[in-house]
């Protein structure tokens, strides 16, 4: 699962920076503002709360601007009202596309993501066409600096996980999506922190190995695009880049 966690890594890495400070808090607050709304805005009744206000804290967002989240949700604020969209596309090569938004406006929403790739050379697809190349899952990434494999192996085997991998300088946790929750409070729980982008998210059964750099460059190129669109919450792809085609960081 090289591609996937190689991409991984380098979301987390692009996203650490405080030029992408704004972005980060944003799409949490809109993960926070959802949660709020279909399960209540006490985080010790809504462990998915809990999560996201563990990501919240990993990366010191404001006090204010997460009470504000989930008072929208509660409806104790106005503007809650987000629907979630989901797009399914191809890329250069026949690499797979899922690009997720929570969006107050769909129209503007789909005008966006649809100019988008139009200037990237890549297209929508049908229904289920790229969905049946994922799965959903359950995904926790732990920076593995100064970890003990055994150790977090152990925690995650007897919390509930399905498998963990270490891909370069990163844990990579599987699960069940009904059992993310509890396993992820238990990482963090045992001192561990995982890493913002972890989530129930779409991870490749199918990939495609992409070798040559110019592909890989435009890829990405495209992936970080998506990523800056103001309603576009999670892009995942299954483009498996090998190490001579990833661009230099």
């Not at 949700?73 to 929570?102: H, M, P, Q, R, S």
């Not at 152990?154 to 699960?175: C, Q, S």
Request: with cysteine.
């Amino acid at each position: 699962m090289s591609g996937h966690s190689k991409w991984a890594t380098i979301k987390h890495k692009k996203a650490a920076t405080d030029a992408k400070r704004g972005k980060i808090f944003s799409k949490l607050a809109k993960e926070l503002t959802i949660s709020a709304r279909s399960g209540g805005g006490d985080p010790g009744a809504n462990i998915t709360l809990r999560t996201i206000l563990g990501k919240c804290k990993a990366v010191n967002m404001p006090a204010d601007n997460i009470d504000r989240a989930i008072k929208k949700g509660t409806g104790e604020l106005g503007g809650g009202a987000l629907e979630e969209i989901l797009f399914e596309a191809y890329a250069n090569g026949g690499v797979g596309l899922i690009i997720t938004c929570l969006s107050d406006n769909r129209n503007r929403s789909v005008a966006e993501v649809r100019h988008l790739l139009q200037r990237h050379n890549a297209t929508l697809a049908g229904s289920n066409q790229v969905m049946r190349n994922f799965e959903r899952r359950g995904q926790i990434l732990v920076n593995a600096e100064g970890v003990d494999e055994d150790a977090l192996t152990e925690l995650v085997l007897e919390a509930g996980a399905d498998d963990m991998t270490r891909e370069g300088d990163e844990f990579e946790i599987l699960t069940a999506p009904n059992v993310y929750n509890e396993v992820s409070e238990k990482i963090t729980q045992a001192g561990y922190t995982p890493t913002e982008e972890s989530g129930v998210n779409m991870v490749p059964t199918v990939w495609v190995p992409i070798n040559d750099p110019n592909q890989a460059a435009s890829l990405l190129k495209l992936v970080d695009a998506l990523d800056e669109l103001e309603d576009v919450q999670n892009v995942y792809m299954n483009g498996d880049i090998s190490d001579d085609a990833m661009p230099a960081e």
